[in-house]
């Protein structure tokens, strides 16, 4: 089973659509939560990190759920500019300090 | 402040031969990283540094190596390329503390014929 797993889309929608992703994470001790952005050919950006009582930007929404391993992204009012890959990255401590363990990606697609 | 910088942006190198990856950031952070992206496969951590001085094996090392030249600069390595790391590699850079930005450079896409 993969440390971090998301549905790899593409998910089309047209703007001013809401749009959920989800993502799991096997590891119980991961201690921190993340939603990067990346565009295509470029590299990963912090969108938003993730707290335990949820938390919002603007249009966006993250929500984590401890028990039952997920973490959730929701997109109100989808513009073109949000079409990109949604990556999942979860942060578990270890001996030799932290490390990042990111998920494959959710792309999406806002059309007109 | 230009953040994470890495070169080169583009390499073609032929199997066997030897290469060397440059990643610079002006954050003053302690922990830098490599990695590799593939298609489907996410971005696998090859090596990172918690500090000047120090480095670790990641999730894929074999056939890497890595140098912390000081606290900006981190390098990579690949001594005898082969066809098996055509990918596109990203340095990254963070600060302390859990919830910190894990800042990445623009990411070399490195091909070996």
């Known amino acids: 089973r993969k440390e971090v797993e998301q549905d790899p889309g593409p998910f089309n929608v047209p703007e001013g659509a809401t749009v959920a992703f989800n993502c799991t994470y096997s590891?119980?001790?991961?201690?921190?939560f993340f939603w990067y952005r990346q565009d295509c050919r470029k590299e990963p950006k912090l969108l938003m990190s993730?707290?335990?009582s949820g938390n919002e930007d603007g249009r966006f929404t993250a929500q984590l759920n401890r028990a039952s391993q997920y973490i959730s992204l929701l997109i109100r009012d989808s513009k073109l500019s949000d079409s990109a890959t949604y990556l999942c990255?979860?942060?578990?401590?270890?001996?030799?300090?932290?490390?990042?363990?990111f998920g494959t990606g959710t792309q999406l697609k806002v059309e007109l | 402040n230009a953040g994470v910088t890495q070169t080169p942006k583009f390499q073609v190198l032929k199997t066997g031969q030897s290469m060397t990856l440059q990643c610079a950031q002006d954050m003053n952070h302690n922990s830098m990283y490599w990695y590799r992206q593939d298609p489907g496969m996410g971005l696998r951590l090859i090596y990172y540094s918690a500090s000047e001085g120090t480095t670790d094996k990641g999730e894929v090392p074999n056939g890497y190596n890595v140098s912390r030249l000081n606290k900006r600069e981190f390098s990579l390595r690949l001594e005898s390329a082969a066809p098996s790391q055509t990918s596109v590699y990203f340095c990254a850079s963070k600060g302390e503390g859990l919830y910190n930005e894990q800042f990445f450079g623009p990411g070399t896409r490195l091909t070996v014929l």
């Open positions: 590891n119980s001790a991961s201690q921190s």
């Open positions: 990255v979860v942060r578990v401590l270890t001996g030799g300090g932290n490390k990042l363990t």
């Open positions: 993730v707290y335990s």
